[in-house]
């Protein structure tokens, strides 16, 4: 089946650093990346969608310059958290969709993300 | 904008009966896809089960089926025979079939389904 490998499974900053997330497809090309962000005991709150070669697209209230993605290749996307603030602390889930597929959606495992 | 909404916030089952999950959805578009996706402990989303809107038949994935009520726009899921591992949070999710829309899920707040022994 499609995996999606998600690293680092959490990590812990200092505020004012920054923070590399990287979401890869082991065994299908993700023409599409989409980032999540989750709080305790609520729902996947979508940050941006992500095509190969292409800027992404952030949703409303996202700061782009705050959350940098990268999906520079098919089977590789990033999420950098820029100068990070305790404020920033959450689940980030990414989740890989294949070409051709309305259903295929693969999500990786999710990251932990602390700052303090 | 299309929204999703799970009125239960928690469900609880006996092991071996029956639970149904609500999920009612707001669009203006007729062609769609709907999915159950479930988010346990360790908190990987699995998908559990999708409908084409465009299907009447509703679709069956062993223990797990829905009862899809396109003019209600309810989507609503059911576990038989519930087991221990059916335990988790249960998202709800829509996405538009739409040619050229947008391919993001959008989901539900979620039911935290407990499955007592």
């Known amino acids: 089946g499609a995996v999606v490998s998600q690293h680092p499974s959490w990590v812990i900053c200092k505020s004012g650093t920054s923070v590399k997330i990287e979401c890869r497809s082991l065994d299908f090309q993700a023409t599409t990346m989409f980032w999540y962000r989750q709080f305790p005991k609520q729902s996947l709150m979508l940050m941006a969608t992500s095509n190969e070669g292409s800027k992404a697209t952030y949703e409303q209230g996202v700061e782009k310059d705050k959350f940098l993605i990268n999906h520079a290749s098919l089977t590789l996307s990033t999420l950098t958290v820029t100068s990070a603030h305790p404020e920033d602390s959450s689940f980030y889930i990414c989740s890989a969709k294949r070409a051709g597929q309305n259903y295929g959606y693969t999500f990786g495992s999710g990251t932990r993300l602390t700052v303090v | 904008a299309q929204t999703v909404t799970q009125s239960q916030p928690e469900m609880s089952v006996q092991e071996a009966e029956t639970v149904t999950l609500s999920c009612t959805y707001d669009?203006?578009?007729?062609?769609?896809?709907l999915f159950w996706y479930k988010q346990p402990p360790s908190r990987q989303m699995i998908l559990v089960i999708r409908?084409?809107?465009?299907?009447?038949q509703n679709a069956t994935e062993n223990r797990f089926s829905v009862n899809f009520q396109k003019a209600a726009k309810s989507f609503s899921l059911k576990i038989s025979d519930s087991q221990l591992g059916d335990a988790a949070m249960y998202f709800c999710a829509y996405r538009s079939a739409r040619q050229g829309g947008s391919e993001k899920l959008v989901f539900g707040k979620g039911t935290k389904l407990t499955v007592n022994p």
């Open positions: 669009t203006s578009e007729s062609d769609y896809y």
């Open positions: 409908q084409e809107a465009y299907k009447q």
